[in-house]
C-alpha cells in the first residue's frame, strides 16, 4: 500500500491546499493530511479547528485521513506508516525550502522519499499569509479558499477585531 503524509499548518487552508489534496489522493492509496502544531506560529485557527477544516473539505475522499501533530515530520511519518512526503511547489523560491527540508528529512530517516507536486496555475500566488492579509483588510476571498471556509476565515476576523 502506498500511503503518504501531506504536512502542512493550513492555517486557513487555501484552494491551493485542496488542490494537492484531491491530486495526491488520485494516485496514492492512503493519504494522511498531517495538521502541523506549531507552538512558535501564532495561529489564526486553533489545532482542533484547522483539523475540523480539512475533514469538512475532504468528507468525500475516502481515501484520505487528517491526524494533527506537532514535533519532527519524519517522526511523524513514521507514526503513520508512511513512507512518503507530498510538498506542494508554487514557485522556485519554495523549492529551495522544500528542497533542503525533504534531505533533512532524509537524513533523519533514509527511508522518508519525498514527492514535489506543483500547484495548479491559478494557484500560484496563494498561501494563507495572503489568504489571512487580504481577509484582515476586508478584501473578498472568493477563489482563495473552499467556498464553505469564506465566512468561517471572515467571522474569525470579526471575532479578533472586536476583542480589540
Same mark, same amino acid.
Do not use: W
Given at each position: 500500500?502506498?500511503?503518504?503524509?501531506?504536512?502542512?499548518?493550513?492555517?486557513?487552508?487555501?484552494?491551493?491546499?485542496?488542490?494537492?489534496?484531491?491530486?495526491?489522493?488520485?494516485?496514492?492509496?492512503?493519504?494522511?493530511?498531517?495538521?502541523?502544531?506549531?507552538?512558535?506560529?501564532?495561529?489564526?485557527?486553533?489545532?482542533?479547528?484547522?483539523?475540523?477544516?480539512?475533514?469538512?473539505?475532504? /468528507?468525500? @475522499?475516502?481515501?484520505?485521513?487528517?491526524?494533527? &501533530?506537532?514535533? !519532527?515530520?519524519?517522526?511523524? =511519518? #513514521?507514526? *503513520?506508516?508512511?513512507?512518503?512526503?507530498?510538498?506542494?511547489?508554487?514557485?522556485?523560491?519554495?523549492?529551495?525550502?522544500?528542497?533542503?527540508?525533504?534531505?533533512?528529512?532524509?537524513?533523519?530517516?533514509?527511508?522518508? /522519499?519525498? @514527492?514535489?507536486?506543483?500547484?495548479?496555475?491559478? &494557484?500560484?500566488? !496563494?498561501?494563507?499569509?495572503? =489568504? #489571512?492579509? *487580504?481577509?484582515?483588510?476586508?478584501?473578498?476571498?472568493?477563489?482563495?479558499?473552499?467556498?464553505?471556509?469564506?465566512?468561517?476565515?471572515?467571522?474569525?476576523?470579526?471575532?479578533?477585531?472586536?476583542?480589540?
Amino acid at each position: 500500500m502506498n500511503k503518504a503524509v501531506y504536512p502542512g499548518s493550513f492555517d486557513p487552508t487555501t484552494n491551493g491546499h485542496l488542490d494537492i489534496i484531491k491530486r495526491a489522493s488520485g494516485f496514492i492509496d492512503s493519504l494522511v493530511v498531517g495538521v502541523l502544531e506549531n507552538p512558535s506560529k501564532n495561529s489564526l485557527f486553533s489545532i482542533r479547528e484547522r483539523v475540523e477544516h480539512i475533514k469538512l473539505l475532504t /468528507e468525500d @475522499l475516502i481515501n484520505v485521513e487528517v491526524m494533527p &501533530f506537532s514535533g !519532527l515530520l519524519c517522526d511523524f =511519518v #513514521k507514526k *503513520v506508516d508512511a513512507k512518503l512526503v507530498i510538498r506542494g511547489l508554487r514557485a522556485v523560491t519554495d523549492f529551495e525550502y522544500e528542497f533542503q527540508m525533504a534531505l533533512t528529512n532524509r537524513s533523519l530517516n533514509e527511508n522518508i /522519499e519525498t @514527492l514535489f507536486i506543483p500547484t495548479s496555475t491559478q &494557484f500560484l500566488y !496563494l498561501s494563507s499569509s495572503v =489568504v #489571512k492579509e *487580504v481577509a484582515m483588510f476586508g478584501g473578498d476571498i472568493s477563489g482563495m479558499v473552499p467556498e464553505v471556509l469564506k465566512n468561517i476565515i471572515v467571522d474569525k476576523f470579526k471575532e479578533i477585531s472586536r476583542k480589540k
